[in-house]
């Protein structure tokens, strides 16, 4: 059985910082981590190309941070059935309520799993338990991370 | 020439009643109206092929209504560079502040143009500002129009 | 291999008529539902024992429904691993806003997926997407669904 | 008689400088304070073991301070009748307003008693206002400090 | 000993309805209420008297609702150290975000214990809880309370 | 006739670099000006008596600021028929919306005249305007004020 | 000495139900009104004719009441140095919010004076205010009813 | 044929820095503009002035940028029917959502295109996308401009 894969995608190179704990995280539970910046106002068709290819590399699930109108998570779900974690990125203005709302208030019919304001670790652990249902290994993984957390 | 066209999208057959006020501008104006719903989660094919070949159908102007995530003329503006109008549709919950929120704040480089929250009329007013630049009689409307209005 | 379980918890009668369109969902896709009414700040040890126990139930993925403090989802999320899904439930007063950043401002480590305020459909579809990872029934399924959805 | 005794719990370290107010205050009002550091989320175990032992220790009050979701007052309230004031701390993306209404937005039947974002100062003389309920002591040390504060 | 005594004070009579559940609380818990509806802006010297004078009427605990601006409950904080609660009432407006923010954010030195909005009931258990640190039988009939709750 | 004269009143000494832009144009506009710092709520009695004695100093109009709950302006205007604005004061956790929402949505009945957040140099003015319908000085003050900004 | 006069304009036809409260006021309190439906968008001109002329019929305080982005006060007050007093109008998406922010944030060197969203009653009671620091017999009005509301 | 022109109005000397980025695409897409400081409410003669004799300077599209109350946009609106583009300026206390709101929320009849918080540059593209309806020379760049972003 192959490692079990994500995407992360961001819109912006300036989200690069901000997603690294998830990149962390990942390294920590033995997820293989496909990373890309794609911008889907401005890259629309290199996003499509991507969201299209990515089972083949065996991506299972994608996470998707984006800020201010932050369509990037809601675009990459309209193209999938896989599961897509939303990472809302605050900015100076509106703190990421922007962001929030644009990636949590999906219409019927095409879902995006929103995490926290700048929570991209948390998008990491919920990809982490959605693969856990499949892979064993990553379950152990993350019941280990929650013992442990929870030494404090 | 051919007449001034405009297309009027919407994410949702229930936006219908909300859009109406756009069509009577533009039947007032002499703009003829492309009218679809499509939904930019739903239905990404179909939107993409329309905003592709809506040009040959000579729309210059489109017209995006969506509520809450309302990433629909965010996605139109993503595949074209004719002007791209949102039109937020309020909704019970949060009132309209998600979908004005997620149309405005687009991210440097693709611009859509918002208007008010259930501002259909103002959308059409708009796009024929726009085509009055190129089309003197929709300038003449539009200036007929606001003289009317000036008389309360 | 049993049927795939998910458990819908939500934290008050009133919230039942909100969180049907899940069933509805589940039962078109062939995932067998736990329901109860329990909540997280009035019954913490009914709850405690319910997540406890659900697994040797079969439950893979969680739902939890809870409007204002909100707090049942992330209350589940502390005690299991597996994927929790909130769903924030509307009301009169502030329109769901509370419930939704109740829901999804969770602290590193505990994740919570949030979908829209009163948005039940989309987390049985996202606890859908979850379970296709593993069930292959159920990815049919979702695949069909969308497919009938992007004809419109 | 014992000393008047109040738990001071946070959901972080770093909620520490925050939450120092509190004990200036109540230092100055002869009330015992028992403080720790207890995650709602990551340790739920510890926090039901804490709130539970916390009597025979001789609490009557407990305060919680904690950011975003905000949900340990919440929590702590659920497993005891004592009386639990909450204390939203800020946060740079929304200022506190998440935790704020995750603090006081409680379902009927169990309160938490809200003050201000950051406001552990008020919430230790909140406390001495109710443990002034029954120690003369902490009545007397209140009143001359409103006396005080009156002077300006 | 006296029978535990609150005051519950409104600032309209358009409230009276939204504090009834209160009232529900305090009967079944043996707590005499004395009720009064006073505009702290429009009855000032009123309200002075009343806060004045409650001590020696046996009042423990000051529960105030008000809607809007809310200064009620900080104004009765300011003439007493005695512990008030503040129930801020909704408005069709804003919902009741502006009396929960007038309500909760009180400045150093006076606090008031917001509850959520609407949310008389829960401002009469938390007033319970205080009086339930002196008098035994308030602490037995809240027990029970919360007892009979947790069975759903 | 004596000089026109307002109150300037600040509910903490910390609002006072906000509230110098308002002495500046009083000294311009010859309105003198009696300034203190005075708590509303720690403070409740020697901010009566100074509201109370204030027209015998000439006092005509009172400015208010205060942030956070920022019930200093509606406490003065319940205590007096002389027209009061309020000046919120933003605070780095909601940036002033608590003050501003608990200055302006005052009850009917007792009138606050709100200026923008941190908007004191406009509370002179607007006390001007108000002075100006019945001091000729003030008046042509005003006017060559407004002439010299109109020139850039 | 000719009667105090108030001009009362409103931005729509449909504001005029709430600002019908205002009137009611005026004409206990012995005030003239001059009453017009003038939109500051949609007649400028005609507006700005209105505001000239306005001191010539004795017009000493302006109330502009309007909804939305509810330009109305602050047109007026870019046109007048007497007192100008804004009325945010309620409507159902944003409840107000949007017109309380559009005509309380304005620039140094223009204030309006704002009350509270749907407040011409008092609105009409602090242009009372301003003209009693001129007109003796409004004074002796408000301060009679304030005296008579004083008694409940 | 005249080169295309837009005027870029703002309402401050201290948005200069924020509307920079739209002079730089209009460079890019040989677009000229006549760039000008008004305050719509300090100066309003001057910016009448202004708009009513833009055309005779080839002026086809408005830029206008303001803070806060922001009404320059709308006021501008409301003298012209060319197409009017409002950018909010943000602030510190607010995020720039006061200045948002009443640029989009106009009244129906005469409406503003607004782009996001500090998107100068989104409403130069959008300025050019109008006028590329006109201008092939603005299509062309605008295309190319879009086909090297999409490059990443």
Known sequence: MAAPTVALLMGSKSDMEKVAPAEEIFAEMGVKVIKEVISA???PEKLREFV???PSEGVEVFIAAAGKAAH???VVASMTTLPVIGVPIS???LGGLDALLSIVQMPRGVPVAAVAIDGAANAALLAC??????????ASALEEFRRRMSEG
């Open 41 to 43: 106002h401005r890259q």
């Open 52 to 54: 299209r290819s990515a």
């Open 72 to 74: 990037l998570p809601g």
């Open 91 to 93: 900015s100076r203005d």
């Open 129 to 138: 338990a959605m693969l856990a249902l499949k892979y064993e290994a990553v």
